[in-house]
């Protein structure tokens, strides 16, 4: 039986829902940050990350700090691009614009390459980009929360490689670390931030960043000090090191619970191959998408190339709105998140399947969402009279 | 009975002891962050934090982001200070001098007041410094968690409002607020920045500060953009305010748990006076350092009236060191803390009384810590032979 009361189904692209271990994880008792007992989990727990990021590079450099999704742009923005220095940031919604911003309060110069809505930048005219100008880091949103689309990281780690190779390959994974396909070491990636409430299945308030040697080194040789206090590597890269050879050290207080709750998410995920998951995030998605088909209801990704595994973007029958259809869903036990794409927010919902809900089948959350909504829509169109 | 599994009393000056309600809260099944339900209890716990404060100027603002209190300072730094400005730190101890760090890395211009170790700078001192230069702010931290030094508020705020009444008075209330006296409007404070792990008793992960109107209107006529994008107040403002006013809004996504066990927290001291709180507080305080003189030991506090009540460090016997006393408090079930403060930190150990171990003295953590300090000592010494 289930610890956690009964509730809807958390079913928006993060926060998702929890497990019942790493919920009472969640309530673990205090502990002291510099106790050898919390010190031995976080130091585990930063292990634990290297194998689900898969880089064996020893001098890769994992952190994991107190925080929104959304520190993880200030650490890249903070400690990797100087002032002056420009970042080519590619485009498939919401959150390109919002780490566009977080690179210029930090002096960085972003230029973005902006697909159409439900796309993303093409290759050739990545291509193009970095060949006009030296770009210090290229920045990707591995799965753009605000529109369900995927971009292909080997593909433009190939490209980086070939075409600039000093640029640093920095990806947004905060949507899909835990769920699609990430192998940092093969794919060359230099930064890959995230977040625990997604596809890693914990609840919100860890900022989880894995860092690759090239990366460091050029964090090492930088000119001008970090941007950033609270976000600045210079402060925590001793005190990941030392957690992770099991030594106490002090810059600020980690939060000993989410450690707690991450460690606990991340033995269960590693207790199976990582690339199971993987697959099983894809067989749940393939089958979420051919329903949607069913139901005569558009995707927003252009193409089943560029389409998350971790999410689907639905646009609504013409006429209907979020506001209409959420609360059918609710009044059935599900919830799903409303539009977030400025452009064409009024116009589509968004179904997270990600973490246990689709790991653990026997919870049967996807079928009841699926069902909830081909009977809220109808629902709503009989209301209306359609 | 507790529904935490039997473990050591935490006393140290944070991370502290949590309620089992408070732990309850901390395993709630996943919520949406812009749903209704959670917007409802963020915005509550916004509107509880102004109670807890003492502020009922509705133009005060209450901040709770995901992150750990060192946080705090770069909400102070990137958006109250602009690039050049100067700021007088009053230090007590090992927190002013990160303080200073983080001012100076957004371009501030800090001047340390030094007090010996275990006392505070004099007033009269700090009004010559004040007369001296216009500061733009000046930070002072009430409880310094290195030293157990308290500082006095209200007196430095009158000195303040005398001499140079343009500078912003900010309290560093990290290990104070809950526990010692503080009433933000009263003491005419302009930022008081906290965390959820200390004297208001959660788990860390919260950053928390109460901002004055005064100090929001220098914020809103800055030249210059806020340092920083995630802890600037253009981008939480607007959010702050909408989940006060239950709107649903979205910047990063908050952590919907630790927001949970903050509520639970603040509900249960506000159902009490708040004064009541700080007089118990005082009166364990003054057991413990009553006690502590009883057992021959001296408080790294020069001066009872500038000793904090939410903790106290104490000096250890003359060739002693934290290392062979902590393990035998520990086989007691007592954690407490071993010295911060670099010059001395061998020397002495800490003792943090807060929160639930203090309010709930049907718990007995107090005299059995007590205790185990006085039968620690004793084994120690016997095995020295002293």
């Known amino acids: ?26 309530g673990h008792y205090a502990q002291s940050h510099v106790g050898q007992p919390f010190v031995n989990t976080f130091g585990e727990t930063l292990t634990q990350l290297r194998q689900l990021f898969q880089t064996s590079n020893p001098k890769s450099q994992p952190f994991v700090l107190a925080g929104s999704g959304t520190l993880g742009w200030d650490l890249v923005a903070a400690n990797l691009v100087e002032p002056g220095e420009d970042v080519l940031v ?27 809505i439900g796309d993303r930048p093409q290759l050739p005219e990545i291509e193009a980009a970095l060949k006009e100008k030296k770009y210090k880091a290229l920045t ?22 070939r075409v600039s190779p000093d640029t640093l390959l920095v990806v947004d994974g905060v949507c899909s670390v835990g769920g699609e396909e990430i192998h940092f070491d093969n794919m060359a990636i230099d930064v890959c931030l995230t977040a625990s409430q997604k596809a890693i299945g914990c609840p919100p308030g860890l900022s989880i960043t894995m860092v690759s040697e090239k990366a460091m080194d050029v964090f090492k040789s ?16 001793p005190i990941m ?13 980690p939060p000993t619970q989410l450690v707690q709750a991450l460690n606990t998410s991340l033995k269960s995920i590693l207790s199976n191959p990582i690339s199971d998951r993987f697959a099983q995030h894809k067989k749940v998605s393939d089958y979420v ?19 998350a595994h971790t999410m689907t973007a639905i646009y609504l029958p013409e006429g209907l709105t979020p506001p209409e ?5 609710m009044s059935r036990g599900v919830i799903f998140a409303g539009g977030l794409h400025k452009e064409i927010a009024a116009k589509y919902i968004r179904f997270g399947h990600m973490g246990v809900s689709i790991t653990d089948e026997s919870r049967g959350e996807v079928d009841k969402a699926l069902n909830a909504l081909k009977e809220g829509l109808a629902e709503v169109q009989q209301a209306k009279g359609q």
Chains 1, 2 share one sequence.
């Not at 690179?103 to 697909?115: E, F, M, N, R, V």
């Open 1 to 26: 039986m289930s610890s956690q009361p009964s509730h809807p189904s958390l079913l928006i692209p993060g926060p998702i829902e929890i497990s019942d271990e790493v919920s009472q994880a969640m």
């Open 90 to 116: 590619l485009h498939t919604g919401y959150f390109a614009d919002s780490f566009a911003d977080c690179l210029s309060i930090y002096g960085a110069k972003p230029t973005q390459l902006k697909a159409p």
């Open 140 to 161: 990707v949103t591995h799965v753009d929360t605000s529109t369900g689309v995927l971009s292909q990281i080997q593909a433009l780690s190939d490209l980086i490689r």
């Open 222 to 237: 930088r000119k001008s000090p970090p941007g950033s206090y609270y976000a600045s590597f210079k402060n925590w890269l």
């Open 241 to 253: 090191q030392n957690y992770e050879a099991n030594k106490p050290s002090y810059f600020a207080t």
């Open 289 to 307: 998408k051919s329903k949607v088909k069913e139901l005569g209801l558009k995707e927003l990704a252009s193409d089943p190339a560029n389409a």
């Open 325 to 329: 259809i959420l609360p059918k869903l």
